[in-house]
C-alpha cells in the first residue's frame, strides 16, 4: 500500500516509517524542514499549518493510508502560545484530513490521553473527554475535526511514548530519565499522576495495523500498564541498573508548570488487546526492549 505518515521527523512518525517499510509498503513521510531520519522510504518537507501546500503535497503522495503523527506537543509551549497550538494541533489536522478524504485514503489520526481531565481514569473508548488546558483542548478539536472531516477514520490515542535513541527535538520522557540517572543526577518524579508510558515501536505497530486493516473508531494505542512516573522510574533503575535513591517523589504542583495535566490518567488497553494482533505491551517487556535498544546504541 502507499501510506502517508506525517511527523515523519518525529518519535512516533518516524518509528512508523520504519515498520511500514519493512512490512513492504510504499512510504512517504511529511516533515517539517530537512529530513532527520535515516531510511529508504520518501520525504516531503512541508508546513502542515499551510493548507494550499498539504493540499497539493497529498495529492502528490496519492496515498491509500495515511498516518497523522504530526502534532505540536510541547504541553507548556502549547499552553504559552494558544495561536501556534491552534495551528499545528487543529488547522494541520483539518488540512491533512480533507487531504486523506480528497484522495480516497483510510485516516489514522493520533491523539492523547490528556484529552481526559483526570478525575477518574482510567479510560476506555467509552469515556467522555474533559480536556483541560491548551495542549489538550486543542488535540480534542483536532480529534474532532479529523472525525467530520474524513469520516470512518480511526482516532488513535496513546500516552507518554518513550523510545531510544530519542529523536532530535522534544526530548521524550523515557529518555530524558536515563539521560539524567546516568549522569547520577536525581530526578523529581510526579507520584500524583497517573500514566499508561507506551514504548514508541509499540505504538507504531497498532497504528501500522488499524491503518493496514483500515479500522475506524477509537483506539487506546498505548502500554498496557498503568502506573505513576514515579513507579515507572523505579521499575526504570531495576532494568537498567542505576540507583533508584535518585528518584525524588515530587507532587506536581510543586513543579508550577504552566499547563495543567491529567493527575489519575491512564488508558484501558482491553479493545485493543481484544481486537488486534499487535498487543500493547506490559511496563516489564517495554522497559526491557527500551534497555535492548539503549545497550545496542552504546555498542555493548
Ligand atoms: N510523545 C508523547 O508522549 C505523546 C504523544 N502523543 C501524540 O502522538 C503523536 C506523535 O507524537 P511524537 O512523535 O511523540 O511527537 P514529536 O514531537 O516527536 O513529533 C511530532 C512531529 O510533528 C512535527 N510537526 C509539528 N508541527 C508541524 C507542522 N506544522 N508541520 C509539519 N510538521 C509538524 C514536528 O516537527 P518539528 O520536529 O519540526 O517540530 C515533529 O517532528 C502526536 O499527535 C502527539 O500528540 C500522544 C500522547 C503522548
Ligand atoms: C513527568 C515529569 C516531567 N518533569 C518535567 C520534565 C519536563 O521539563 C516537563 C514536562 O515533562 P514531559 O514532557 O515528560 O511531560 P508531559 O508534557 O506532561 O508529557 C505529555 O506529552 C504529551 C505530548 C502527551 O500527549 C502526554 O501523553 C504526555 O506524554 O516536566 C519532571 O520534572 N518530573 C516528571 O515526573
Same mark, same amino acid.
Request: hydrophobic content about 40%; aromatic content about 6%; proline content about 5%.
Given at each position: 500500500?502507499?501510506?502517508?505518515?506525517? @511527523?515523519?521527523?518525529?518519535?512516533?512518525g518516524?518509528?512508523?516509517?520504519? =515498520?511500514? !517499510?519493512?512490512?513492504?509498503?510504499?512510504?512517504?513521510?511529511?516533515?517539517?524542514?530537512?529530513?532527520?531520519?535515516?531510511?529508504?522510504?520518501?520525504?516531503?518537507?512541508?508546513?502542515?499549518?499551510?493548507?494550499a501546500?498539504?493540499?497539493? %503535497?497529498?495529492?502528490?503522495?496519492?496515498?491509500?493510508?495515511?498516518?497523522?503523527?504530526?502534532?505540536?506537543? !510541547?504541553?507548556?509551549?502549547? !499552553?504559552?502560545?494558544?495561536?501556534?497550538?491552534?495551528?499545528?494541533?487543529?488547522?494541520?489536522?483539518?488540512a491533512?484530513?480533507?487531504g486523506?478524504?480528497?484522495?480516497?485514503?483510510? =485516516?489514522?489520526?493520533?491523539?492523547?490521553?490528556?484529552?481526559?481531565?483526570?478525575?477518574?481514569?482510567?479510560?476506555?473508548? %467509552?469515556?467522555?473527554?474533559?480536556?483541560?488546558?491548551?495542549?489538550?483542548?486543542t488535540?480534542?478539536?483536532?480529534?474532532?475535526?479529523?472525525?467530520?472531516?474524513a469520516?470512518?477514520?480511526?482516532?488513535?490515542?496513546?500516552?507518554?511514548?518513550?523510545?531510544?535513541?530519542?529523536?532530535?527535538?522534544? #526530548?521524550?520522557?523515557?529518555?530524558?530519565?536515563?539521560?539524567?540517572? !546516568?549522569?547520577?543526577?536525581?530526578?523529581?518524579?510526579?507520584?500524583?499522576?497517573?500514566?499508561?508510558?507506551? #514504548?514508541?515501536d509499540?505504538?507504531?505497530?497498532? =497504528?501500522?495495523?488499524?491503518?493496514?486493516?483500515?479500522?475506524?473508531?477509537?483506539?487506546?494505542?498505548?502500554?498496557?500498564?498503568v502506573?505513576?512516573?514515579?513507579?515507572?522510574?523505579?521499575?526504570?533503575?531495576?532494568?537498567? @541498573?542505576?540507583?533508584?535513591?535518585?528518584?525524588?517523589?515530587?507532587?506536581?504542583?510543586?513543579?508550577?508548570?504552566?499547563?495543567p495535566?491529567? #493527575?489519575?490518567?491512564?488508558?484501558?488497553?482491553?479493545?485493543?488487546r481484544?481486537?488486534?494482533?499487535?498487543?500493547?505491551?506490559?511496563?516489564?517487556?517495554? =522497559?526491557?526492549?527500551?534497555?535492548?535498544?539503549?545497550?545496542?546504541?552504546?555498542?555493548?
Amino acid at each position: 500500500m502507499r501510506v502517508l505518515v506525517t @511527523g515523519s521527523n518525529g518519535l512516533v512518525g518516524s518509528r512508523a516509517c520504519v =515498520l511500514l !517499510e519493512q512490512r513492504g509498503h510504499t512510504v512517504v513521510g511529511f516533515g517539517r524542514g530537512p529530513r532527520r531520519t535515516g531510511g529508504e522510504y520518501g520525504y516531503v518537507s512541508v508546513d502542515l499549518t499551510r493548507e494550499a501546500e498539504v493540499a497539493a %503535497a497529498m495529492e502528490a503522495a496519492a496515498p491509500e493510508v495515511v498516518i497523522h503523527c504530526a502534532s505540536m506537543t !510541547e504541553v507548556d509551549a502549547c !499552553e504559552k502560545d494558544p495561536e501556534a497550538a491552534y495551528a499545528g494541533n487543529v488547522n494541520a489536522t483539518a488540512a491533512v484530513a480533507r487531504g486523506a478524504r480528497k484522495a480516497g485514503a483510510h =485516516l489514522v489520526h493520533v491523539s492523547t490521553d490528556y484529552v481526559f481531565d483526570g478525575d477518574a481514569g482510567p479510560y476506555d473508548e %467509552a469515556s467522555i473527554p474533559n480536556p483541560r488546558g491548551v495542549y489538550a483542548v486543542t488535540k480534542h478539536m483536532g480529534e474532532q475535526a479529523a472525525r467530520v472531516l474524513a469520516p470512518g477514520c480511526a482516532i488513535a490515542r496513546t500516552a507518554v511514548v518513550y523510545g531510544w535513541p530519542p529523536v532530535e527535538g522534544r #526530548l521524550n520522557f523515557g529518555a530524558w530519565l536515563v539521560m539524567t540517572l !546516568e549522569k547520577g543526577q536525581p530526578a523529581r518524579l510526579f507520584e500524583d499522576q497517573v500514566v499508561s508510558p507506551s #514504548l514508541a515501536d509499540n505504538v507504531a505497530a497498532m =497504528l501500522v495495523e488499524l491503518g493496514e486493516r483500515k479500522l475506524g473508531g477509537v483506539w487506546n494505542t498505548c502500554g498496557g500498564t498503568v502506573v505513576d512516573r514515579v513507579a515507572y522510574g523505579r521499575a526504570l533503575c531495576e532494568v537498567f @541498573g542505576f540507583d533508584a535513591k535518585l528518584i525524588v517523589p515530587t507532587r506536581m504542583a510543586e513543579l508550577k508548570l504552566p499547563s495543567p495535566r491529567p #493527575l489519575k490518567g491512564g488508558l484501558k488497553t482491553d479493545k485493543v488487546r481484544g481486537e488486534l494482533a499487535a498487543k500493547p505491551l506490559e511496563l516489564a517487556e517495554s =522497559l526491557a526492549r527500551f534497555h535492548a535498544t539503549w545497550k545496542a546504541a552504546r555498542g555493548h
